[in-house]
T-cell receptor
Framework: GEDVEQSLFLSVREGDSSVINCTYT??????LYWYKQEPGAGLQLLTY?????DMKQDQRLTVLLNKKDKHLSLRIADTQTGDSAIYFC???????????FGAGTTVTVRA | DGGITQSPKYLFRKEGQNVTLSCEQN?????MYWYRQDPGQGLRLIYY???????QKGDIAEGYSVSREKKESFPLTVTSAQKNPTAFYLC??????????FGQGTRLTVV
């Protein structure tokens, strides 16, 4: 299967920006996603980006895609305690939209 | 209100028993997916169904079975052949777009 890699942990101070990084290997990836998972819960879709886009912004969230380097990042502005969670990067192709996930980045927001 | 419902939230199984996890959606989505999540790992695809009465194996289908007799329902059976069934199971559905939405999960424990 396709590989998606993320750093495992990120600690950030409340009010600062968080940047979560992800790399993927499948050059046929059509869509790239960011999901959020709170303890004991399912996954919440935060945003996704089409592979021919470079950037997408949605309120406090900014997604940057470098297709040449196969690098995806999620920036959370003004990080709040409610942003503490596990963030998953995922990719899919438009053939079947099966999601391939990274292992998740645990974000801890400290006061 | 619309959504994806997984039941039960917690499930305990004795070794050698089959158990069935329920996933129901009222979003009128054609595609449905089952994923398995283990601690510190990303989600792995077990089975998926693009349309009623059709389904395909994912990356880790051994020891699992599914059916898709109705559009709204995609139950997953964990059989006694699954050697390490203790995990968090997540169901997702997708409509015509690339976004997949997840249920709240079922935590299965073998006792």
């Amino acid at each position: 299967g396709e590989d998606v890699e993320q750093s495992l942990f990120l600690s950030v101070r409340e009010g600062d920006s968080s940047v979560i990084n992800c790399t993927y290997t499948d050059s046929s990836s059509t869509y790239l996603y960011w999901y959020k998972q709170e303890p004991g819960a399912g996954l919440q879709l935060l945003t996704y980006i089409f592979s021919n886009m470079d950037m997408k912004q949605d309120q406090r969230l900014t997604v940057l895609l470098n297709k040449k380097d196969k690098h995806l990042s999620l920036r959370i502005a003004d990080t709040q305690t409610g942003d503490s969670a596990i963030y998953f990067c995922a990719e899919s192709s438009s053939n079947d939209y099966k999601l391939s996930f990274g292992a998740g980045t645990t974000v801890t927001v400290r006061a | 209100d619309g959504g994806i419902t997984q039941s039960p939230k917690y499930l305990f199984r004795k070794e050698g028993q089959n158990v069935t996890l329920s996933c129901e959606q009222n979003l009128n989505h054609d595609a449905m997916y089952w994923y398995r999540q283990d601690p510190g790992q990303g989600l792995r695809l077990i089975y998926y169904s693009q349309i009623v009465n059709d389904f395909q194996k994912g990356d880790i289908a051994e020891g699992y079975s599914v059916s898709r007799e109705k559009k709204e329902s995609f139950p997953l059976t964990v059989t006694s052949a699954q050697k390490n069934p203790t995990a968090f199971y997540l169901c997702a559905s997708r409509g015509t777009g690339p976004e997949a939405f997840f249920g709240q999960g079922t935590r299965l424990t073998v006792v």
